[in-house]
């Protein structure tokens, strides 16, 4: 019997299951991936975020895999620039890739006491009375087991099984409305987080581990059947839109193949009910444009570690910290979902919206 099993051990799962180990809890955490491994992500983590592996004790192992920091990251909507960090910053932020990251998140689970078993497969909840008692599973070798729990945490991305199993609800929710792919780019001029939003795409360029830069381009979703054609061609079509970026990427080589979706719809969905929690993308998404997707799973995991342990310890009822958890998770994310949502309609923000997106981000780096 645990007191929680976390079903998904990357960027939300992970560190809760960190954080509730060193609270004292008996943790499980389970993942059909085995680390380290890659994942479809924008790799950006932003000095709120940065902080955050600053205060878990794991910013220098992340930054001790070689990747580039401190960075300078200068976001361009429809034609002018804003600095959100600059290099020279106390925090600013880093865009490691997910195969270094994840596997030093899972290694910090155990670390603090968590067992993590890796290669397993969630099947479904166990369930008593309609309240989520467990899970059941099966590992490599092929045997279904089942494990109980006090609460059972779905962090299991997007498309979580966990959220569909406990019928969890959805609200505020958007088609999704564009499409992209990434790659890397070895020998490109890059130092830092370029993002170029306006003509009707967001391109983006991130400096990452093993000396590589990542690439990506967002368009809108009815471009994609275009856009999975002749992917290559979109993207210097794209390139050429933005001045010099043509020039420094054809300078680089692509060392890995691309990877794209056009399956970007928002969402926040009730993260908690009797037996059960979300986390991460488990329990909010919206399109990765800003790259905000690792910070919020990473400030998911603090919030709701401490809404268990509130609830756990009798501090309060648990129902009442989850919902806190809930109410705070949506404070903190309403006004850049609503601006992505808007952004990303056309990706050709008008003016209004663009000096009121420029003038936010302005703000929050001159906070930071």
Same mark, same amino acid.
């Not at 019997?1 to 998904?8: A, F, K, P, T, W």
């Not at 000095?47 to 004790?57: K, N, Q, T």
């Not at 620039?81 to 932020?93: E, G, K, N």
């Not at 195969?99 to 155990?110: K, N, P």
């Given at each position: 019997?645990?007191?929680?099993?976390?079903?998904?051990a990357?960027?939300a799962?992970?560190?809760?299951?960190?954080?509730?180990?060193?609270?004292?809890?008996?943790?499980?955490?389970?993942?059909?991936?085995?680390?380290?491994?890659d994942?479809?992500?924008?790799?950006?983590?932003?000095?709120?975020?940065?902080?955050?592996?600053?205060?878990?004790?794991?910013?220098?192992?992340?930054?001790?895999?070689?990747c580039?920091?401190?960075?300078?990251?200068?976001?361009?909507?429809?034609?002018?620039?804003?600095?959100?960090?600059?290099?020279?910053?106390?925090?600013?932020?880093?865009?490691?890739?997910r195969?270094?990251?994840?596997?030093?998140?899972?290694?910090?689970?155990?670390a603090?006491?968590?067992?993590?078993?890796?290669?397993?497969?969630?099947?479904?909840?166990?369930t008593?009375?309609?309240?989520?008692?467990?899970?059941?599973?099966?590992?490599?070798?092929?045997?279904?087991?089942?494990?109980?729990?006090?609460?059972v945490?779905?962090?299991?991305?997007?498309?979580?099984?966990?959220?569909?199993?406990?019928?969890?609800?959805?609200?505020?929710?958007?088609?999704?409305?564009?499409?992209?792919?990434?790659?890397?780019?070895?020998?490109?001029?890059?130092?830092?987080?370029?993002?170029?939003?306006?003509?009707? *795409?967001?391109?983006?360029?991130?400096?990452?581990?093993?000396?590589?830069?990542?690439?990506?381009?967002?368009?809108?979703?009815?471009?994609?059947?275009?856009?999975?054609?002749?992917i290559?061609?979109?993207?210097?079509?794209?390139?050429?839109?933005?001045?010099?970026?043509?020039?420094?990427?054809?300078?680089?080589?692509?060392?890995?193949?691309?990877?794209?979706?056009?399956?970007?719809?928002?969402?926040?969905?009730?993260?908690?009910?009797?037996?059960?929690?979300?986390?991460?993308?488990?329990?909010?998404?919206?399109?990765?444009?800003?790259? *905000?997707?690792?910070?919020?799973?990473?400030?998911?995991?603090?919030?709701?570690?401490?809404?268990?342990?509130?609830?756990?310890?009798?501090?309060?009822?648990?129902?009442?910290?989850?919902?806190?958890?809930? *109410?705070?998770?949506?404070?903190?994310?309403?006004?850049?979902? *609503?601006?992505?949502?808007?952004?990303?309609?056309?990706?050709?923000?008008?003016?209004?919206?663009?000096?009121?997106?420029?003038?936010?981000?302005?703000?929050?780096?001159?906070?930071?």
């Open positions: 019997m645990y007191d929680v099993i976390v079903v998904g990357r960027c799962g992970s560190p809760l299951a960190m954080l509730l180990a060193k609270k004292g809890y008996n943790v499980l955490a389970v993942d059909r991936a085995t680390f380290p491994s994942t479809m992500s924008t790799h950006l983590i932003v000095p709120d975020g940065v902080a955050r592996l600053m205060a878990w004790g794991l910013f220098d192992a992340v930054r001790a895999t070689g580039p920091y401190p960075i300078a990251t200068t976001i361009t909507i429809a034609g002018s620039a804003v600095s959100v960090a600059d290099a020279t910053a106390d925090v600013t932020s880093i865009c490691p890739r195969s270094v990251l994840d596997a030093i998140l899972v290694d910090a689970a155990r603090a006491g968590a067992e993590v078993r890796e290669g397993f497969f969630f099947e479904g909840v166990l008593e009375g309609g309240t989520v008692t467990g899970i059941r599973g099966r590992g490599h070798d092929g045997v279904t087991v089942e494990e109980r729990a006090r609460i945490v779905g962090a299991d991305g997007r498309h979580s099984p966990v959220a569909k199993a406990v019928g969890a609800t959805e609200y505020n929710a958007v088609p999704g409305h564009t499409c992209g792919y990434y790659s890397y780019y070895r020998g490109i001029e890059c130092s830092g987080t370029e993002a170029y939003i306006g003509d009707c *795409q967001a391109l983006f360029l991130f400096a990452t581990n093993d000396g590589l830069t990542c690439v990506g381009m967002e368009r809108p979703v009815g471009e994609f059947a275009a856009f999975r054609a002749d290559e061609g979109t993207l210097r079509e794209g390139w050429a839109r933005v001045p010099g970026v043509l020039d420094r990427v054809l300078a680089g080589e692509r060392v890995e193949k691309y990877s794209g979706t056009a399956d970007l719809s928002g969402f926040y969905r009730k993260p908690y009910g009797p037996g059960w929690a979300l986390a991460g993308d488990a329990g909010y998404y919206r399109d990765p444009v800003f790259g *905000q997707g690792i910070n919020d799973a990473f400030r998911d995991a603090d919030m709701l570690s401490e809404a268990i342990d509130a609830g756990f310890s009798g501090r309060e009822p648990l129902a009442e910290a989850l919902a806190a958890f809930e *109410q705070g998770r949506n404070a903190a994310t309403n006004a850049i979902y *609503q601006i992505t949502n808007l952004l990303c309609s056309t990706l050709n923000p008008p003016p209004e919206l663009a000096m009121m997106i420029r003038a936010g981000m302005a703000a929050g780096a001159a906070k930071d």
